[in-house]
């Protein structure tokens, strides 16, 4: 019960060896399109009404694993918050991708650069899913999308969409990209800008909800974005701007 009961996010993935770690997928939606997209559950707490209820296909095809089980508001005494939708399963990592073969095929990316909100990293996985980008790179001062309210909010995107982390920006180019930095400066070009649309392999760069991108970040990069605006408002949050330039970019 550890994994649902009192181990923090931090010692469920297990920082030194990420291959024995452990994420939390909640509500039945979530928890299928996790195991269609092969994650390996170890283990299910679940509200007893929902064993033969809303997780009865789920618990049918996760073979022999632990399953506890209680009213709602024992395992919400247990767990510290309500269930949504009554279930929550515990599920393997697996073995970190290196950025070549998760962007290998791909023409649209997003780098996800030292954002930290659980809601917002799931928010954009959602709209890199639903709007086109093939492939979503993270820095190492980024919210972990397999956190368990990130997982929720994106409704399971997370186990749609080809993701890693990314210790050097150098990487992209060595591997063709072009890259654009979404970030209020005097050499901004809008989003719609034809320039854009004419390169092959681009990878749009989100920045932080409060400072957005290090100077650095987006003095190196290609291009640097901007989403024009009414009314004399600057910015977006980084989860609706993220969706707007997924939008913009990604068509064909």
Not at 72 to 95: F, S
Not at 113 to 137: H, K, P, Q
Request: glycine share 6%.
């Amino acid at each position: 019960m550890a994994v649902f009961a009192s181990l923090t996010e931090a010692q469920l993935r297990n920082r030194l060896d990420p291959t024995r770690g452990i994420f939390i997928a909640e509500s039945p939606k979530v928890i299928r399109v996790a195991m269609q997209a092969g994650y390996e559950p170890q283990a299910l707490l679940c509200e007893r009404k929902h064993i033969t209820g809303d997780a009865a296909d789920i618990i049918a095809k996760c073979g022999d694993i632990p399953i506890y089980t209680g009213e709602r508001e024992l395992l919400a005494q247990l767990t510290g918050y309500t269930l949504t939708r009554g279930v929550l399963c515990a599920m393997h990592r697996r073995p970190e991708p290196s950025v070549a073969e998760v962007v290998g095929q791909a023409r649209r990316i997003v780098v996800i650069d030292g954002v930290v909100d659980t809601t917002n990293i799931g928010a954009i996985f959602r709209s890199a899913a639903a709007l086109g980008i093939d492939a979503v790179l993270l820095t190492r001062n980024a919210c972990d999308p397999l956190n368990r309210r990130a997982v929720r909010v994106s409704m399971g995107s997370v186990f749609l969409v080809p993701w890693t982390w990314l210790d050097d920006y150098k990487t992209l180019h060595d591997l063709g990209f072009k890259t654009a930095a979404m970030a209020l400066t005097d050499n901004s070009i809008a989003l719609d800008d034809q320039r854009l649309k004419a390169i092959e392999k681009l990878a749009i760069i989100m920045g932080t909800e409060g400072d957005g991108l290090p100077a650095q970040t987006i003095s190196d990069a290609d291009y640097v974005i901007r989403i024009p605006m009414s009314h004399q408002v600057d910015s977006l949050n980084v989860a609706a701007a993220a969706s707007v330039a997924f939008w913009e970019l990604a068509r064909k």
